[in-house]
């Protein structure tokens, strides 16, 4: 029945009335940001509940301190382009975070900088080297207008692979092939 953790194979979820369509684009950057255009970071830790399409993310502001936990569920689109499908989030006493904590997860970590208009995440572990931003949208029309910065190598708007969902199953030499079939060849991570 499970696809990959995050994702449930056969399940039909309908838009209620909680449920927002999210907009976005993303592209890989050869690096990270430069540190003088950083506004805000985030170290967020992402735990993808297995067999569900569901995540919990806790998000935590080392510059100021403080922690966003939240629970979303996104339900993908069927169809290439800005609109991902359908995104849900519930904001979460540390209480209930501790709570679903506790069930089966894969779990992704990285930090993420806002560099507007994007957010750009850096990864560690077996996803060092990956550097992927995030541009956020309220309209088609809006999406379709954005002309991503020049430090966007390359959109990977409809490449699956470069989902969180997707992200959390991928091996070091998975992700250099696919970085590489768009001309990036991320540094090998220290041993």
Do not use: H
């Not at 069927?78 to 609109?83: E, F, L, Q, S």
């Not at 992927?132 to 699956?160: G, I, K, N, Q, Y």
């Not at 998975?174 to 041993?191: D, S």
């Amino acid at each position: 029945m499970m696809e990959r953790a995050g994702r449930v194979q056969g399940d039909v979820v309908s838009q209620g009335k909680y449920a927002r369509v999210e907009r976005e684009r993303r592209f890989l950057l050869a690096g990270p940001p430069a540190p003088s255009s950083v506004t805000v970071t985030r170290v967020i830790t992402d735990r993808y509940l297995v067999g569900t399409r569901l995540r919990l993310r806790r998000a935590e502001r080392p510059d100021v301190g403080g922690c966003e936990l939240k629970l979303t569920q996104k339900v993908p689109a069927d169809r290439p382009g800005a609109v991902q499908g359908l995104i849900t989030n519930t904001y979460l006493s540390p209480a209930e975070y501790d709570l679903l904590a506790s069930l089966p997860a894969a779990v992704l970590t990285k930090t993420r900088f806002s560099v507007p208009p994007l957010g750009v995440d850096v990864f560690g572990g077996p996803l060092q080297g990956l550097v992927l931003a995030e541009a956020e949208f309220t309209s088609d029309e809006e999406a379709l207008a954005f002309v991503p910065p020049a430090e966007c190598v390359v959109e990977v708007t409809d490449d699956a692979r470069f989902t969180g969902g997707r992200l959390i199953g991928t091996s070091q030499q998975e992700l250099r092939t696919w970085m590489a079939e768009y001309g990036i060849r991320p540094e090998t991570p220290q041993q």
